[in-house]
């Protein structure tokens, strides 16, 4: 277990190098002189000269390649072009909110959709099941920023139970902060419990009908024991492998949220860095996200080991 | 025994018993009208091809029907003088296990794979019983040891993929009998199991219903199986009971055409007269042939398993080579390597005078026609968007002939395989299995091959279909002269369809000769033993006769 670990570890570090390759030519190889489009139209000779210069643009590119891959392993992000603060300092001060709401998501989403998709499979072609289905098409349909301005009117503005935007460290109290990001979660919550919910109902129907499930059954066990045990922890690394690959669906979810419920998380650090051109945060914030996909990927592969005896690496 | 048994008083009656489809009162039947009964200490066998409702009859009496497909309508199904169909969920449930338990075909896949052995057996404890851990593990173990597996503690511990099928069989008994059932219900417990295997389960079975005093109802559709272990037979078709009696009665002296015609077509292990020896040439010689599997680990260990090694044989044309062995022996894997399915990784193969063990894909092409396969699921071998006739055509308009002239060959070997002309329109699911592997063969045909190879072709077919697929492939070969490989794994069927046989373990040829020679005087104590437990060797069932000994020896 902790050899496969080791390897699998091992094995991410190139493709992070291939994404980190990625984000250092995405600079370089955009159209025009990079310096010009980071000063913008109506910069002097002068301050190009500087840019420049600050950036190593005047070195080879390989050299420029592994300097930057030098300060990026030390934790340098570099400096917003924009604020003049350091890329890791932004990122630490707007990355609660957003862990906040992915955490509070993936909670609420497995503990809502993995219920409904089992009760579906297991109630297969009643109204419950229909139910759950056409729930999981609404849930997938419908735009995440839909959803969320819906659940502000009814909530925030006509029963004024919560707030209607803003956010509330957790350190200045538990309940305003849970207040402020209720609304934001179950926002993003929608698409991932339509996709959990499905795919749980599709492992779980598969399940079913396997031979070990009668076997169950033939030994006199409650339905519940036969769903749980033998049901569901065998429908569990499908349903696990759609956790993980919904997290991308969660990153960008993450973006728009944030943008409608005005919270000062990196989602919208992001947005706001394309809109202006930083370009060392939008670096910065494309190796975050993608260090934390094969993360998570990893997480998964890790889980399908202690699920399901028969993998073994 | 069957003195014995029917002093005991009726554990299973089943009454007039009628299941239909969906819930409605009046919807088609499956079951009609079925009436059966099993005493203390007494093993009845259901007998009948597919579709004869013999599993349903089973799954009724367990209350494990699918629910909303398949509903019972009427009859009555008496457990110990208890009612079921009318017997709630929970009473239902309380029964399982502890008067009534069941086994099931594929033990591969009828045991959990997330939950070690012992778990699961435990579950059965947990819910019916109020003994502590201790005790629990004590009772299983002791079972375990009862269904005679090695190393209990061990495959305790263990998950069901480290166990063999046969093991897992006995898991599955030991599961079923752990809180002594009145009732064990066996839904073909040994069909998926290689004979050897089979036979120390039937025995297993049969000892414990000696220790325990269980009745058994069990379900097969194999005579040879009947022979072994039943002492009263029913035979069911298509939902009905066609008629019941003691095994000797049956076998010997069957009233219905139904039986007779189902008795007639098992095969005879008894091989079938010679074919004189022909000087026909040579079409496919297989020389000193080997495949060995190299498992390479992280860190660069390789372990190598050979599936073949060292395997020699020859075809004439118009003669048909069996391959027998159980499974894992090797057979397939000689197969495919002959075919070049697979690279065999040392030996030579010759397909009508031509070396092809070596030749590159490219040039292996125009080779393919002379051998063609015929695999043993007809249902999942036909693609099931294309329809029967392009099926057939592919083959030949693939090397260039013209399609109008490929089609209209398909419709010849139609009619050469035995089906009407309109099949050709027809798409693979508007057949039945029997039907299937005609197309499959009359697909393989296309092609003119010199050799056809057989993988299993006739193992997943009925009785009475399996006798009319072999009639027809020995037809064919009387009439085209083709070459036929027959992998098997029934020795009865071997024995019915081949000139020669060679004997496999373990990816070794161990015995290798004449049919009659291999199969009435083997010399090999393997050959001995496959033939030895082969299920009701002691009958001759299509003369409703037991074996003379004399023609044994």
Not at chain 2, 53 to 58: P, R
Not at chain 2, 119 to 125: A, K, M, N, T, Y
Not at chain 2, 349 to 369: C, K, P, T
Not at chain 2, 475 to 486: D, K, N, P, S, Y
């Amino acid at each position: 277990m902790f050899g496969y670990l080791v390897r699998r570890i091992l094995a991410a570090i190139p493709v992070m190098g291939v994404v980190a390759l990625f984000v250092f030519l995405l600079l370089r190889l955009t159209p025009g002189d990079p310096a010009a489009i980071i000063a913008g139209d109506n910069a002097s000779p002068e301050q190009l000269e500087r840019i420049r210069t600050m950036l190593g643009l005047n070195e080879p590119l390989y050299v420029q390649f592994f300097t930057w891959i030098g300060r990026l392993l030390r934790g340098d992000l570099g400096v917003s072009l924009i604020s003049n603060v350091p890329v890791l300092t932004m990122i630490g001060q707007r990355i609660e909110p957003s862990i906040s709401i992915a955490v509070a998501t993936i909670i609420l989403s497995i503990l809502v959709a993995v219920p409904l998709g089992t009760i579906a499979a297991w109630k297969h072609g009643t109204w419950i099941d229909r139910f759950v289905m056409v729930l999981s098409v609404v849930g997938f349909s419908v735009p995440v920023f839909v959803i969320g301005y819906v659940l502000i009117q009814i909530f925030a503005i006509d029963l004024r139970w919560l707030p209607v935007q803003g956010y509330r460290s957790i350190a200045a109290g538990f309940g305003p902060f849970f207040e402020r990001i209720i609304l934001p979660t179950c926002t993003l919550s929608f698409i991932y419990i339509a996709l959990i919910a499905r795919m749980t109902r599709a492992a779980m129907l598969d399940v079913l009908n396997e031979d070990y499930v009668r076997t169950a059954r033939a030994k006199g066990l409650r339905e519940t024991a036969v769903l749980l045990r033998h049901g569901l922890r065998n429908a569990a690394v499908p349903v696990i492998t759609v956790i993980g690959t919904g997290f991308a669906l969660l990153i960008s979810g993450v973006v728009v949220t944030e943008s409608v419920f005005n919270l000062p998380g990196i989602g919208r650090l992001t947005v706001d860095a394309v809109l202006a051109r930083d370009y060392p945060v939008i670096q910065a914030m494309i190796l975050l996200t993608s260090a934390l996909y094969v993360a998570v990927n990893l997480l998964v592969d890790v889980a399908y080991t202690l699920l399901d005896p028969r993998i073994r690496y | 025994m069957n003195e014995q048994a029917t002093s005991g008083s009726a554990v299973l009656e089943i009454n007039d018993l009628a299941v239909g489809l969906g819930g409605a009162a009046r919807s088609q039947r499956v079951i009609d009208g079925i009436s059966l009964h099993v005493r203390e200490r007494e093993t009845l066998c259901v007998v009948g091809e597919s579709g004869s409702g013999k599993s349903v009859t089973a799954l009724t009496v367990m209350g494990l029907l699918p629910k909303r497909v398949l509903t019972p309508v009427g009859g009555s199904v008496r457990l110990a003088g208890e009612e079921l169909l009318s017997a709630s969920s929970k009473r239902l449930r309380q029964l399982r296990a502890t008067t009534m338990a069941m086994i099931f075909q594929e033990p591969m896949t009828a045991l959990n794979p997330v939950v070690p052995i012992g778990r699961q057996i435990d579950e059965v404890l947990r819910v019916h019983t109020d003994l502590d851990a201790r005790a629990r593990r004590q009772r299983i173990l002791q079972m375990m040891e009862q269904v005679r597996l090695p190393e209990i503690e061990r495959i305790f511990a263990s998950y069901p993929h480290r166990l063999s099928g046969g093991q897992r069989q006995r898991i599955m008994i030991a599961m079923a009998l752990v809180l002594k059932p009145k009732l064990l219900i066996a839904d073909e417990p040994t069909t998926a199991l290689d004979v050897t295997t089979q036979k120390q389960i039937l025995t297993l079975i049969r000892d414990l219903q000696r220790d325990h005093g269980t009745a058994v109802l069990f379900i097969t559709h194999d005579m040879g199986v009947v022979a072994e272990i039943a002492d009263r037979v029913a035979v069911m078709r298509n939902g009905k009971l066609v008629e019941t009696g003691p095994l000797d009665t049956i076998l010997r002296a069957p009233t219905m055409e139904y039986t007779r015609n189902l008795l007639s077509s098992v095969p005879s292990l008894v091989p079938r007269p010679p074919r004189p020896r022909t000087d026909e040439p040579v079409v496919l010689e297989a020389n000193e042939l080997g495949k060995i599997y190299r498992e390479h680990s992280f860190f660069g260990h390789a372990r190598e398993v050979a599936a073949a090694q060292d395997v020699t044989l020859t075809l004439r044309k118009g003669r048909t080579l069996g391959i027998v062995g159980e499974s894992g022996s090797g057979k397939s894997t000689v197969a495919r390597c002959i075919l070049r399915l697979i690279d065999p990784t040392s030996g030579r193969v010759r397909l009508a005078g031509h070396e092809i063990s070596n030749l590159s894909r490219r040039l292996l092409r125009s080779h393919r026609r002379r051998i063609q396969i015929i695999f043993q699921d007809p249902y999942r071998s036909l693609n099931p968007r294309i329809t029967v006739g392009e099926t057939i055509a592919e083959g030949p308009v693939n090397f260039g002939v013209p399609h109008a002239d490929a089609l209209a060959k398909s419709r010849e070997l139609l009619e050469l395989v035995g089906l009407p002309p309109d099949a050709i329109s027809r798409f693979p699911h508007q057949f039945s299995g029997g039907q299937r592997q005609r197309i499959a063969i009359a697909r393989a045909l296309a092609l003119d091959p010199d050799v056809l190879v057989a993988d299993e072709a006739v193992s997943a077919l009925d009785v009475s279909v399996q006798a009319q697929v072999l009639d027809l492939l020995d037809e064919i070969q009387t009439r085209l002269g083709v070459a036929l490989l027959f992998i098997t794994h029934d020795l009865r069927v071997a024995a019915q369809i081949c000139d020669d046989v060679a004997v496999m373990q373990h990816g070794r040829v161990v015995e290798h000769g004449s049919a009659a020679q291999v199969l009435t005087s083997p010399q090999q104590a393997y050959t001995r033993s496959l033939i030895d437990a082969a299920p009701g060797r002691g009958w001759d069932f299509a003369n409703f006769r037991p074996v003379e000994t004399a023609a044994m020896s």
